[in-house]
């Protein structure tokens, strides 16, 4: 399966790059526009990270994880690997390993970034004050988002064989969990529920992954013989 991971790494390297340029590229973009409108560029920068966060990284999730299922599927990736000795379950482990590199890569890219420009979200990042209880349960739900949008990504494509209708099967399941965790971080500032929600809601990220990489592991070999959708 590492080997594999290896191969699917170095064949998405060009999706990689371009999403790590895109985002780069948005930055002075973004700045440039709020300068002109006499915001000043730390507008624009907040902004740009603000729609990275919410926005970007979890469709680059979606993206990472409909477009290797969906090509794992394809004939051309099928006739060119039959010829090698690995079974179903590690082609579809491997791909979903190297989907989740790529995908912390270009959010550790994020962090990275915006600590070195930003003071204000450098001081969020490093923060122990009372609000860094929230500030870890927001880092710990965009994990859990991420990860969720990625495997459900991966699950439907690589079932149905296409990536578009796979990435919005797996955007609408993802995003329905995320939405879940979401709404219950935000009754931890009306209610005095804060340790109840904490260990029901790792609860519930350790029992959906865990499901979900069980339910790839077992049907990776039947999902394969079926033939792909026809239309």
């Not at 390297?13 to 526009?33: E, K």
Request: charged letters at 10%; aromatic letters at 10%; hydrophobic letters at 55%.
């Amino acid at each position: 399966m590492i080997e594999y991971a290896k191969l699917e790494l170095r064949k998405n390297r060009i999706l990689f790059i371009g999403m790590a340029l895109t985002f780069l590229g948005s930055i002075p973009f973004a700045a440039a526009m709020t300068m002109l409108n006499r915001q000043g560029w730390l507008a624009g920068f907040n902004s740009i990270l603000l729609f990275w966060t919410i926005v970007g990284l979890p469709l680059v999730a979606v993206l990472f994880g409909a477009s290797s299922g969906s090509g794992l599927r394809s004939e051309a990736a099928q006739d060119a690997e039959s010829p090698l000795p690995i079974s179903p379950r590690a082609r579809a482990g491997g791909a979903v390993a190297a989907c989740a590199v790529h995908v912390l890569l270009l959010g550790l890219l994020f962090l990275l970034t915006s600590a070195a420009i930003s003071s204000e979200w450098r001081h969020t990042l490093t923060s122990v004050s009372l609000a860094a209880t929230f500030v870890t349960a927001f880092f710990t739900l965009t994990l859990f988002t991420l990860a969720t949008l990625l495997l459900s990504s991966f699950i439907a494509a690589y079932a149905i064989g296409h990536g578009i209708v796979g990435g919005v099967l797996g955007a609408l399941i993802g995003g329905t969990a995320a939405g879940a965790l979401t709404l219950g971080l935000g009754l931890q500032t009306v209610f005095e529920i804060r340790a109840a929600f904490t260990g029901l809601a790792i609860l519930s990220i350790g029992l959906s992954l865990t499901a979900g990489l069980f339910a790839l592991d077992r049907l990776a070999a039947w999902i394969e013989r079926r033939p792909r959708w026809g239309w």
